[in-house]
């Protein structure tokens, strides 16, 4: 790996999207320290560590940045809320779901109106924030130099301007970086948290040799589910097809076997971040309306049981519906009957179709209860534990950690392919 790394420094177009990625990393993570104007910061960090679980969980998509009440506090969760809305009106909207097949002029007004949307879901969130934070929850007592109204208009603005530059940063990396820019700044998010729940771990009993036993056993058992998640990940249901001889002019054509390879986890990442998403928007509104029984709603679906089947649920359905939305049996199999290709004992056409969808159906479920499982259990452990390191380390976590680097490292190994270098993946 090392000198696939040296490798990838060695082109210089890639060297200048890894550095220009790592550029802007560097700047989010600078943004989620800078307090927002006229907050007292001592004040409001001390309130903040008595909040609830729900708090504490969105805390952690921000790297840290609503502890600290940055510019970054809202996060990339309002776009990727937008983002998911925007996939569902895909099947109920017609419009929508005809500019999705456009092409390239179709995906620009989908990006458009996803980003309207991110403003709009900023900007109630940044006025939930503010209420929350003054209320006497939190009773943090903003700067008193200018009227209360121009200070509240300013720390509003202040928010919705953070999560637009957020948004543009995202863009920016997948653009003219290497990797998807908002997994990437998720993935930073995570694990700028992982240092820091270490000492927290070592330091959760009063026998220190104990703590540190503790995290060492963690760090293990983390490190052996690793190869684990990387085989599914990588695993594959792989179709057999056929082509037919024909004459084209002189030359005789097909004849060779190939296959069409259907990934286990085709959907990545994705159905544990929108479930994640779906789950602590609840919080969200909690923190919008600061209203007592939304707030004892919000952490019940933030942690517990209700947590566990919910997040299981989520992830299946988002497993299968992302996997439909990137998948289309019916085009490949028109393709396959247009290039002259079979399935061996599947008859073209629709028979050919549903052969696809069952299989792809059949590959699917395992793979969203696979990662559904991974996501969970590790929460049900920091439940009875309170261990920070795992919270850190928690299913989704480490998933969308493990995602985000396989799908970065498969781009720069493309990247390197095409100068003749040897990729990650030898």
């Known amino acids: 790996m090392l000198s696939s790394i040296i490798d990838a420094f060695k082109v210089p177009e890639l060297r200048k999207k890894i550095l220009f990625t790592l550029a802007i990393l560097a700047l989010y993570r600078f943004g989620a320290y800078v307090p927002v104007p006229g907050i007292p910061f001592n004040e409001f960090a001390n309130s903040f560590q008595d909040?609830?679980?729900?708090?504490?969980m969105l805390d952690l998509f921000t790297g840290g940045a609503l502890s600290n009440f940055s510019v970054f506090s809202?996060?990339?969760?309002?776009?990727?809320?937008?983002?998911?809305i925007m996939q569902l009106m895909q099947g109920v909207i017609p419009a929508i779901g005809r500019w999705a097949k456009e092409g390239e002029t179709g995906r620009r007004k989908i990006t458009q109106i996803t980003r309207y949307l991110t403003l709009g879901l900023g900007l109630i969130n940044a006025i939930g924030y503010l209420l929350l934070f003054k209320s006497p929850q939190y009773g943090v007592v903003f700067s008193t130099e200018v009227p209360e109204i121009l200070t509240d208009i300013l720390v509003v603005f202040t928010l919705v301007a953070g999560t637009a530059f957020i948004m543009w940063m995202g863009e920016l990396i997948t653009q003219r970086g290497i990797g998807n820019g908002m997994s990437l700044i998720i993935f930073v998010s995570i694990v700028s948290r992982v240092p820091s729940a270490i000492f927290s771990s070592m330091n959760l009993t009063a026998d220190t040799t104990m703590?540190?036993?503790?995290?060492?056993?963690?760090l293990l058992v983390v490190l052996a589910?690793?190869?684990a998640i990387i085989f599914v990940e990588r695993a594959q249901?792989?179709?057999?097809?056929?082509?037919?001889?024909r004459v084209q002019g002189r030359k005789m054509m097909g004849g060779q076997s190939t296959y069409i390879p259907l990934k286990v986890n085709a959907a990545g990442v994705i159905p544990i971040i929108f479930a994640s998403c779906l789950i602590y928007f609840p919080a969200q509104l909690a923190a919008l309306f600061n209203v007592g029984w939304l707030t004892a709603v919000a952490d019940a679906i933030s942690t517990g049981w209700v947590n566990w089947i919910l997040t299981v649920l989520l992830i299946v359905f988002f497993a299968y519906f992302y996997t439909s939305m990137v998948f289309n049996p019916e085009e490949t199999a028109d393709n396959l009957r247009k290039q002259g290709g079979f399935i061996p004992g599947v008859r073209p056409g629709t028979a050919t179709v549903t052969y696809i969808k069952n299989v792809l159906h059949r590959v699917t479920l395992p793979g969203g209860i696979f990662i559904a499982a991974i996501a969970v259990v590790p929460t049900i452990i920091f439940y009875f534990t309170g261990n920070t390191l795992i919270q850190?380390?928690?299913?989704?976590?480490i998933l969308i950690m493990i995602g985000v680097a396989l799908d970065t490292m498969n781009k720069v190994e493309s990247q390197l392919k095409m100068h003749n270098y040897e990729g990650f993946f030898k």
């Open 392 to 397: 850190a380390f928690g299913g989704t976590s």
């Open 237 to 245: 249901r792989r179709i057999p097809v056929n082509y037919a001889k």
């Open 74 to 84: 809202l996060g990339i969760m309002p776009y990727i809320t937008a983002s998911i």
């Open 225 to 227: 589910c690793i190869p």
């Open 51 to 56: 909040s609830g679980v729900s708090m504490t």
């Open 211 to 218: 703590g540190v036993a503790i995290t060492v056993v963690t």
